[in-house]
């Protein structure tokens, strides 16, 4: 049984930063693409980042590009969300998902679809506040 956990949610003022690891269980990390995805009250859950199994690609929705990095460090079984200037609309509960489906070309890969990850996280809150 495949288990993520997120952790490094908390409440921070708009323009600070947080880090948040999500830790996974298992012997075949580096064989799933993993991807950031968020959901605020009344809201759909929405992706925010993605990255490749080497680390080598990574993707970001444009709300979070420049702000946000997504890094993994296979070694750890361990996949990153670095945020820096946050905003009050960031806020959301935060979860990590895997991806596990055989990967032969990132060009149909379709990263921002929820449907795409067999495997989710318990979510991790982020509130900024202004």
């Known amino acids: 049984q495949v288990q993520l956990v997120e952790s490094g949610g908390g409440s921070v003022q708009a323009g600070g930063s947080l880090r948040l690891p999500c830790v996974v269980s298992g012997r075949t990390f580096s064989s799933y693409d993993m991807g950031w995805f968020r959901q605020a009250p009344g809201n759909g859950r929405e992706v925010v980042a993605a990255?490749?199994?080497?680390?080598?690609?990574?993707y970001y929705s444009n709300s979070v590009e420049g702000r946000f990095t997504i890094s993994r460090d296979n070694s750890k079984n361990t996949v990153y969300l670095q945020m820096n200037s946050l905003r009050p609309e960031d806020t959301a509960v935060y979860y990590c998902?895997?991806?596990?489906?055989?990967?032969?070309?990132?060009?149909?890969?379709?990263?921002?679809?929820?449907?795409?990850?067999?495997?989710w996280g318990q979510g991790t809150q982020v509130t900024v506040s202004s």
């Open positions: 990255i490749s199994r080497s680390g080598g690609i990574t």
């Open positions: 998902a895997a991806d596990s489906s055989p990967r032969y070309s990132y060009r149909s890969w379709n990263w921002r679809n929820p449907n795409e990850y067999d495997y």
